[in-house]
């Protein structure tokens, strides 16, 4: 037979087809099978290399090399696919480029430079000789407790839907096979979010309607955008595991919505149906059901192997069911080139060069949402005296967050980091050289525990002070899986710290440098600005430093809201209509800060809203009517009048980011589309309803903030 498999002039599909059949179901199995190269011996690993394992993660540089190349030398030579998790840059290399975490980036609303960071983080996996990242995650941070709101784009389907696919495209460039691209994953599909309580990985007690309602139109724009993978979630949907749900992997994922790529379970997700979920009796029955739900490719559940071979040479398990599993695998390595070029050349000497480091920056400069300004910022006066003060003033750790060198696989306290990045103090003492200012610096407290205090010290550096910067927020060890936490005060003493400083009465800018939204009411309240930064990667603290000076205008706009009260959560801006307002007696509606808001040191005045109800065209005339230039973004949200099923109070459909001259109006125009106004019904079905709506636009979700206007669809 002629080896098609091996000509690459060959459509793809027809060579994984030619391998495919080519393979024993030991072959096979081993195609499904991805395992962690942290967690095993080298000779375990090399063994299974031997086997004809489909895909490796957690392995970097000379160890993959080797891997791949016992791989090529297995009869039929098929390469390994390696994956890694490069969540805001290929952060656990320590030379990579460390940008924003998802939530910080999604502060900037702004597609091409979520791209680029993809772009450039692709360029940097690639050039490290790997192909895949478990990136973006597309589940909502609606329970801000929960220990990985920071790896969101926030609480929102649509604008998390938006950045992802734009971070998709920017991760596989035009074509998969390119020299710099790499393979993106869409996860975790779906609403791992939604864990009760939001503890981590708890189950989610998600329901189909509720599915497609709100958690698979950020993952429908994935498959839209051609990401290549998907990882699936922990958690349940009406009861099934989504590792067993063959309704939502197979029937809605891959038949309905197309999704051609192939499908990974998240970390031993098919060993997890025996232990953790006990909906199947060993890893025969585990294996059997995730193959038949249409998972492709098994994470870290070795025991898959032997069950998987062993159910089909019994006849439990029909083989064709791994035949489609494989070729979806060997498609996507055929399509991205791994044959021809099983490690990709990438860009010698890219990691942190210029051109990755201003991409970086610019992202950064973007991400930075101004809160509250009572005419203190910008700093305006030469000559300043300016005491920074707290515990995440100088913590490069706390300022990346997770998934960087410094959290992963374990924190250590002794890594050393590497240059270039800037914490808020270095930031600070880096553009005060422009201003003559003189800055003094005290970390007051720790963030974890109490009596890691010296608030004497912080009052004494800061009592000769013009103004003060206070920078406070979370730390790593605050962060992450099976890091959430029940309340979301401020620990240790920065509470503390902060109305200590309050009694020498001095204008206090409080910058928040967290994964997350903290409930930060009364500083809010007391602090004279505030600057949520939250983990801005290296040039974070930077940029921060130029929105304090002024060199930078702030323009982010929270993508997600912030609680008053850890008691108060959920509070995302969408939620559906019921009694009583929704409200606690003992506190307001209201969050502390809503979704989408964020001011900058000009302001907007919104007017004239229109439609041309026939082509549904909207337009809106915003002013910067401050005077100093800047650039606001624009949203735009409905409401559905009568529905049939209960429908939000008002939902994000499109925004758009205009620069704007002080002075200047410009007329925002939309092209909406009826889908825009659709629901799910009862029966799973998306519909767009004929009848009244109300169209909204303005700087916010903020109800007193936007403009209305009715429209009979
Ligand atoms: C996480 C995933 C991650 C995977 C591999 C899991 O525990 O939930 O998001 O990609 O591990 O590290």
Known sequence: ????????????????????????VPEKAAQMLQLPYSKMTREEALGWAEKGLGSFLHVLGDNARELQATAL????????????DAIHGHGLNDKATIFPTQLAAACSWNKELIEEMGRVTAREVATDGLHWTFSPVLCLGRDARWGRVDETFGEDPYLAGELGAAVIKGYQGDNMDGEESILACAKHYAGYGEAVGARDSCDTGMTFRKMREVFLPPFEKAVKAGCATFMTAYGSIDGTPFTASEKALRQILKDELGFDG????????????????????????ASHLAVKAGNDMMMTSAGFYEAAVKLVENKKLDEKLLDDAVLRILRIKFQMGLFEQPEKKGRPGCFSCGEHLEANKKLARESIVLLKNDDVLPLQKEKLKIAVIGPNADDIRAQYGDWTYFSHPEPDPEREPQRPYFTVLEGMREVAKETGAEITYHRG????????????????????????????????EQIGETKDRANLDLSGAQQALFDRLKKLEKPIVTVLVSSKPLCIQKIAEESDALIAAFNGGMFGGLVVAE??????????????????????IPVYYNSLPGWHGGKYMDLPETPL????????????EYSNLKLDEKRLVLS?????????????????YFRDVVSSVLTPVKQLIAFQKTALKAGETKTVTFRLDKSDFSLVTPDEKRVTEPGELVIMAGPSAKEDSLLEIGVVV
């Open 547 to 568: 929105a304090v000076f002024g060199k930078l205008n702030p323009s982010g706009k929270l993508p997600i809201s912030f609680p008053r009260h850890t008691g108060q």
């Open 73 to 84: 030398k297995t009869r039929l030579g098929i390469p390994v696919i390696f994956g890694i």
């Open 262 to 285: 192939f499908i990974v379970t998240d970390w031993d997700n098919v060993t997890s149906l025996v232990t953790y979920q006990r909906a199947a009796a060993d890893m025969e029955e």
């Open 620 to 636: 809106v005339d915003v002013t910067n009517a401050g005077k100093l230039d800047g650039t606001e973004t624009v949203q735009v």
């Open 445 to 476: 407290c720790g963030v974890l525990d109490e009596n890691d205090a010296d608030l004497d010290g912080a009052e004494q550096a800061a009592k000769e002070s013009d103004v003060i910067i206070l920078v406070i927020g979370d730390v790593i």
């Open 1 to 24: 037979m002629p080896e098609i498999y091996k000509d690459k002039t060959k459509p793809a599909e027809e060579r994984a087809q030619d391998l495919l059949a080519r393979m024993t």
């Open 593 to 604: 800060f809503t979704f989408g808001e964020g001011l900058s040191y000009t302001s907007y």
